[in-house]
């Protein structure tokens, strides 16, 4: 019997996929942002001036976009890479990144911009108000400039309000004898959210906003081919992987064009392919970790199926039968079509004729238990493609089959 030490050493001593698997957490902010580049001049042209006249302005810049399209990650790589050129031109700045899905009050915020800037803040007595122009002396003091990106701002306009907002935005306006030390970007999912304010200060938000659109499925496949190349061993993940991913969640393909989940996806099946000692990442593997994501798309995909009619069952196991041969992403409709006359024939069922298969399996689509597309560059001739997007396929073939000879053997 092994030892609970001999069982933690054969993982430890597991070869494995990754080589850096940090480099696919959202924390961490690569050197190269693809697809971001036009978002990054945006913000080199409105911080501009605190290089070339610094003091002279308090800039304020409102980056917008849903939930993994790159707004934090420019935010940061800017902020760093801002910070260093302004050092080398002998200007002190510092960068400031607060989330305030965590500190939402503007106590917390302040407190947080101290601590991020090592300003020493006694423990407790104080108001926010007090503790900023602590800030303020202490930059002033030491002829320091900042730029503070207040993330996820949505919940500190919802929690802080409207006068929390107008104190850091107007601070220089009550103090127009002061340097202007200190600059934002602010981070929102939307400009609704902006509705909460008064005029004025929405005015002063949404003077310089840059969109960040979700990514289509050729960015995304840029993101994870260059990511993958930090993050995997040479040989271990293909295109045809990444191009799977890409397409499952590109928004030209159907997806949110969430970076984010594609780089979950991407990292939660190299950990399916070390947990099964497989030298490379594939397909399959990919399904695995998509469903991990997707857990209530698992659970109403099998209340669905439940409730199928006999040859559509029959036309969904033909397809995972497919797939599973094939190892690929998508087979043609005329591999699936195939397999489904072999089960016919096997169990005795009379098959469907083409156009039915073909209703079949757009109805299929429909209710998001398969992928169904044209098929497009690759192929020869054009057909219809048929995926299947959560698995193990294993797993999934032996439900359907249970379900299968559960409705012969009661209708």
């Known amino acids: 019997m092994p030892t609970a030490r001999d069982i933690i050493e054969s993982v430890l001593e597991h070869p494995s996929v990754f080589k850096s698997r940090e480099k696919l957490y959202p924390e961490y902010v690569p050197a ?35 939930i993994g399209t790159g707004k934090s990650a420019t935010a940061r790589r800017f902020g760093s890479d801002f910070k260093h050129l302004a050092r080398q031109r002998g200007i002190k700045l510092e960068y400031v990144h607060v989330n305030c899905h965590r500190d939402r009050t503007l106590y917390f915020v302040v407190q947080e911009i101290a601590r991020q800037l090592h300003i020493p803040i006694p423990p407790r007595g104080l108001s926010a108000q007090e503790m ?27 929690v ?14 009550e103090h127009p004898e002061l340097t202007k030390r200190i600059s934002y970007i602010f981070i929102t999912r939307g400009l ?9 200060t929405e005015s002063y938000l949404v003077r310089n906003v840059i969109h960040f659109k979700p990514y289509t499925s050729a960015e995304l496949f840029d993101i994870l081919k260059y990511r993958s190349s930090e993050a995997f061993y040479e040989g271990t993940i293909s295109d045809d992987v990444l191009n799977y991913i890409s397409e499952l969640v590109g928004v030209d393909t159907g997806g949110s064009g969430n970076a984010r989940l594609a780089l979950e996806i991407l990292m939660l099946a190299g950990t399916e392919a ?24 698992s659970i109403m995909i099998n209340d669905v199926i439940k409730h199928l009619p006999l040859h559509e069952l029959l036309i969904l196991l033909a397809a995972i039968r497919s797939l599973r041969h094939s190892s690929e992403a998508y087979v043609r409709i005329g591999e699936v079509e195939e397999e489904y006359q072999r089960i016919c024939e096997e169990i005795g069922e009379k098959p469907r004729r083409h156009t039915q298969v073909y209703e079949y399996v757009m109805d ?33 073939e032996k439900h359907i089959t249970e379900i299968i000879e559960y409705k012969r053997e009661t209708e």
């Open 32 to 66: 190269y942002l693809p697809h971001r580049e036009e978002q990054l001049k945006s913000l080199a042209t409105y911080f501009r001036p605190l290089l070339l006249e610094p003091g002279t302005i308090s800039q304020r810049v409102l980056l917008v976009g849903s």
């Open 132 to 158: 900023f122009q602590i800030i303020l002396k202490h930059l002033e003091n030491r002829n320091i400039y900042t730029i503070i990106t207040l993330d996820e701002f949505d919940y500190f306009i919802e």
């Open 160 to 173: 802080a309000g409207n006068d929390a907002v107008y104190f850091l935005v107007r601070t220089y306006d």
């Open 192 to 200: 609704t959210s902006l509705s909460r304010l008064d005029s004025a």
């Open 274 to 297: 070390d947990n099964e000692g497989s030298p490379t990442v594939t397909i399959e593997h990919v399904r695995r970790a998509f469903a991990k994501t997707n857990p209530n798309l």
């Open 364 to 396: 299929l689509k429909k209710r998001g238990i398969i992928d169904a597309r044209v098929s497009g560059k690759g192929y020869r001739g054009k057909s219809t493609l048929i995926g299947i997007s959560i698995g193990p396929l294993e797993l999934l």
